[in-house]
């Protein structure tokens, strides 16, 4: 059974850092993408990044270029996003979704397994 589980959330201040982790398991073979949304109060949920089985194909939504990066680590089974120069407006409920496909995906309904999110506070 799939299960993703992410971790790193919490309170930060302006301009600080965050690592956020989603460790995956029950998945037979490492050939699928992983994507991380995030979803504030009273807004839908949006795409923020995503990164293809391998690593080779990475995107983020233009609010975040520049800011965010995302990573993977086969070994661990972990997909990384490193959120930098946090602002107010990336506070958020973050979540991280895979899909099985050697291609990424940029919308919510292309991806079949979701973590259960983790809270990202940043004060101004």
């Known amino acids: 059974q799939v299960q993703l589980v992410e971790s790193g959330g919490g309170l930060v201040q302006a301009g600080g850092s965050l690592r956020l982790s989603c460790a995956a398991s029950?998945?037979?073979?490492?050939?699928?993408?992983v994507a991380w949304f995030r979803q504030a109060p009273g807004k839908e949920r949006e795409f923020v990044g995503t990164?293809?089985?391998?690593?080779?194909?990475?995107h983020y939504t233009d609010s975040v270029e520049g800011r965010f990066a995302i990573s993977r680590d086969h070994a661990k089974n972990t997909v990384y996003l490193q959120m930098n120069s946090l602002k107010p407006e990336d506070t958020a409920v973050y979540y991280c979704?895979?899909?099985?496909?050697?291609?990424?995906?940029?919308?919510?309904?292309?991806?079949?397994?979701w973590g259960q999110g983790t809270q990202v506070t940043v004060s101004s």
């Open positions: 990164i293809n089985w391998n690593g080779g194909a990475i």
């Open positions: 979704a895979a899909r099985i496909s050697y291609e990424v995906g940029f919308t919510v309904d292309e991806y079949s397994y």
């Open positions: 029950g998945f037979t073979y490492n050939w699928y993408s």
